[in-house]
C-alpha cells in the first residue's frame, strides 16, 4: 500500500512563491505516473500538473500553465510542485496523487492513491 504525505503549503501574498512536497513510502515510486490536483471551496477537485514515471514528460491545466513547475526524485521518492507568481485563485487545498503505473492520466478517477492534502492559501 502507497502513502503519500503533502508538505510545504501555507499563506502567501499574491505574487508570492511556493514549493510543495509530495513524499511517498511503499511500493516502487519509480513506477508511478503522479500528479497535483487542487480542490477549492465549494468546487470540485481539478487536474493542476502531472509527471510521468521517469520525469521525461510533464503536464500542466491552462491555469498554471507558466506559473507551475512539477518535478520528481525517484532516488527520494518524493514528487514536487513549485509554483510562482501566485494567484487568490490558486487557494485550494493540494492533493498528491499517483497511479500503479502506466500512461499519464489527469482526471480525479484515474488516480488509485491520494495524499490527505495541504492548504495554500493566497491573500490579495
Known amino acids: 500500500q502507497v502513502q503519500l504525505v503533502e508538505s510545504g503549503g501555507g499563506l502567501v501574498q499574491a505574487g508570492g512563491s511556493l514549493r510543495l512536497s509530495c513524499a511517498a513510502s511503499?511500493?516502487?515510486?519509480?513506477?508511478?505516473?503522479m500528479g497535483w490536483f487542487r480542490q477549492a471551496p465549494g468546487k470540485e477537485r481539478e487536474f493542476v500538473a502531472a509527471i510521468a514515471s521517469r520525469g521525461i514528460y510533464t503536464y500542466y491545466a491552462d491555469s498554471v500553465k507558466g506559473r507551475f513547475t512539477i518535478s520528481r526524485d525517484n532516488a527520494k521518492n518524493t514528487v514536487y510542485l513549485g509554483m510562482n507568481s501566485l494567484e487568490p485563485a490558486d487557494t485550494a487545498v493540494y492533493y498528491c496523487?499517483?497511479?500503479?503505473?502506466?500512461?499519464?492520466?489527469?482526471?480525479?478517477?484515474?488516480?488509485?492513491?491520494w495524499g490527505k492534502g495541504t492548504q495554500v492559501t493566497v491573500s490579495s
Open positions: 511503499g511500493g516502487t515510486f519509480s513506477n508511478y505516473p
Open positions: 496523487a499517483g497511479r500503479w503505473g502506466g500512461a499519464v492520466i489527469t482526471t480525479t478517477g484515474g488516480m488509485h492513491f
